[in-house]
């Protein structure tokens, strides 16, 4: 697999480039972002999401804390009690985020937790112990599901617990086996997600809707339409250029260089998103959006400010502007609604210009068409603006015959 610096950009898969990095940056920051990418099979989805884990950044961890525990705020049943002392005595290490994947054959053990066999089965010394499952495992990190309408569809259980831990930030993951009291965790996890709608079951929000909201973000993969960058693909995938490295140095040579300026970027962004702040204005923006277009789920406004002030970060500025809103708003709503609205409210948006248009939503005032005739001209005087003589002359004008 290409590393993800070495993938081809361009107009139809900007949109994942970018939702990925937000994601990876808010997740660092410690707020998740869920996001989905739908497309035609074979136009790189999975490809990009899976890349993306070369360049995630280091976290600080409990040493050894199967559960990523961050040392300032544990959360796991083993140390979630434990004096800061006695958290200094066991140590911590450093270790790339996490990045698990659920598959399709994955079951609600492996997925949420269950027990821990080798030790159930330990000859010296068995006890019953509880064995977190992937979830648990990628807390403060990616969770990847592909296609995940085919999941939705075939294994409603682990959609359900998917629901728990995508419903809030934090998220709730409860663990529970017979014989073994249950175990509630928080867990903090960005969910990724690629589908093609086309394809059976059908589209997501069409399977399961809860799951759909869930998801902050969704965008379309498109298909490349240039000749030059379609063959400069070709090249770069080719056995012939691949086998060519295998011979040489027996891997694809990474340049890991590369790799850190994406995680420096990272750092800096996610140290940057806690404290950049929403404009009262946008704000506000946002919450009339809301009201006027009769928006179903407040997931969508919460979204929308947390991938605006994201969005304002990777394009390197200090502070959030309209068109970041305005670029948030068909990747926030393209799942949530349905298509005349989606349509209704870009156009509603593209009819306004500059600020004040975009964050006014009172209706203007249709301009007087020019072959319109003017029946009552108002060029008209009151009467204590007037002479006596021109009274008088404008009586005389009025009933001629009395003078």
């Excluded at 006695?86 to 990045?99: L, W």
């Excluded at 979830?135 to 592909?146: C, E, M, S, V």
């Excluded at 994406?262 to 809301?290: C, D, G, H, S």
Aim: hydrophobic share 35%.
């Amino acid at each position: 697999m290409l590393p993800f610096y070495a993938l081809e950009r361009y107009e139809g898969n900007e949109a994942l480039f970018n939702l990925v990095m937000m994601s990876i940056v808010s997740t660092y920051a410690g707020e998740p972002l869920h996001v989905h990418a739908e497309g035609l099979r074979g136009t790189g989805k999975t490809t990009i999401m899976r890349s993306a884990r070369g360049i995630l950044p280091f976290i600080e961890r409990i040493k050894g804390c199967i559960y990523n525990c961050d040392p300032y705020d544990p959360h796991c049943p083993n140390h979630r009690y434990l004096s800061q002392e006695e958290i200094e005595a066991i140590g911590t290490e450093s270790i790339p985020m996490p990045f698990l994947e659920i598959s399709h054959s994955a079951k609600v053990g492996t997925v949420a937790g269950s027990i821990d066999l080798a030790r159930l089965t330990d000859p010296n010394h068995p006890e019953a112990h509880m064995l977190p499952g992937l979830i648990p495992q990628a807390h403060r990190g990616i969770l990847f599901i592909d296609e995940i309408n085919r999941l939705a569809d075939t294994s409603p259980e682990i959609t359900d617990i998917l629901l728990d831990v995508m419903g809030n930030k934090p998220g709730h993951l409860q663990i529970e086996e017979a014989g073994l009291p249950a175990v509630e965790i928080t867990v903090n996890v960005s969910v990724w997600a690629a589908s093609n709608p086309d394809e059976d079951p059908g589209p997501l929000e069409e399977i399961r809707r809860q799951l759909s909201d869930r998801f902050d973000m969704v965008c379309y993969m498109g298909r490349p339409h240039s000749v030059d960058i379609l063959a400069h693909m070709l090249a770069e995938n080719s056995y012939q250029k691949k086998s060519r490295f295998y011979r040489q140095r027996k891997v694809v040579p990474i340049d890991e260089s590369k790799n850190d300026v994406y995680r420096q970027q990272i750092v800096r962004w996610a140290e940057q998103y806690a404290k950049t702040e929403m404009p009262e204005y946008l704000r506000n923006f946002i919450a009339r959006l809301y009201i006027k277009h009769n928006l179903e789920s407040i997931r969508a406004i919460e979204a929308l400010q947390q991938g605006a002030i994201l969005r304002s970060l990777i394009k390197n500025r200090d502070k959030v502007q309209i068109s970041d809103v305005t670029e948030t708003i068909p990747l926030v709503l393209r799942h949530r609604v349905d298509g005349d609205t989606l349509v209704r409210i870009i156009n509603d948006l593209d009819t306004r210009g500059g600020k004040e248009g975009i964050l006014s939503f009172k209706s203007r005032k249709e301009k007087k068409k020019e072959e319109e005739p003017e029946y009552f001209p108002h060029d008209a005087r009151s009467l204590k603006d007037l002479s006596r003589s021109e009274l008088i002359s404008t009586e005389k004008n009025l009933t001629p015959t009395d003078y």
